[in-house]
């Protein structure tokens, strides 16, 4: 992993330069490196992201209610996002990580690599204030939105549900088949129900949350093929 130079392709590519590199550098560590580590940091930078996110949304989408804004915004700050953002950028090159992470390949993991990201814009904001955490933000966010399709952002179990409901079947029951690993790296085996249409569908993911969602896209292609293209 590279250390952080004065003038870093990191900081070219985020298009922000750090007065303090060693607010950078605490972005960039791991707690498998050292006790100061980035985790404070993401925290502040998790309230950041989420609300430069909701502020973007809110004036891109004037109509769209309460409800519709944070489905879109859950979409876009995710683990998936971040970690997409993370590779644009070649975030993994520069993290400070201890030599198990490096063994295992941890500068490739996305809830590695979002979870600096996160810290990023909370030391740039730290170190300059937050309209520039947030000018950082809007630079990776604003094409995305720009090419949104509000209609087209409903996860797999919203999805679903609706169209049970539509008609009138009993909504699916998610139950986990097997969850294994360590804490840090569990993945997790469920299984979507759908008694009345005999469907069972199952999924692996790194996350309960994850692997539902992954069930609830087998299943809704089980019951409509093209479901998958209105996500």
Do not use: W
């Not at 609706?162 to 294994?180: D, F, G, H, N």
Request: aromatic fraction near 6%; glycine fraction near 4%.
């Amino acid at each position: 992993m590279g250390k952080i130079s004065k003038d870093s392709q990191l900081e070219n590519n985020l298009h922000y330069t750090f007065k303090d590199k060693t607010l950078l550098e605490q972005a960039l560590t791991h707690r498998s490196f050292s006790s100061s580590n980035n985790e404070r940091l993401e925290f502040v930078g998790d309230s950041i992201l989420n609300y430069s996110v909701a502020h973007m949304l809110f004036i891109k989408f004037p109509h769209l209610p309460e409800g519709d804004l944070s489905r879109i915004r859950a979409s876009l700050v995710n683990q998936e996002t971040l970690s997409e953002i993370a590779h644009e950028i070649n975030l993994g090159h520069y993290l400070r990580l201890g030599q198990g992470e490096l063994k295992t390949k941890g500068y490739q993991r996305p809830s590695i690599l979002s979870d600096a990201l996160e810290a990023i814009f909370a030391a740039i904001s730290i170190d300059s204030d937050f309209l520039a955490a947030e000018q950082v933000i809007q630079h990776f966010y604003t094409s995305r939105i720009n090419t949104l399709n509000p209609e087209h952002i409903k996860d797999p179990k919203s999805l679903l549900q609706e169209k049970l409901q539509a008609q009138k079947i009993a909504l699916p029951q998610y139950t986990i088949v097997e969850q294994s690993g360590e804490a840090h790296q569990q993945l997790f085996s469920i299984e979507c129900s759908i008694p009345e249409l005999n469907i069972k569908t199952t999924a692996k993911a790194n996350s309960r949350k994850k692997a539902e969602q992954k069930a609830a896209h087998l299943a809704l292609d089980k019951i409509n093929p093209s479901s998958s293209e209105t996500e």
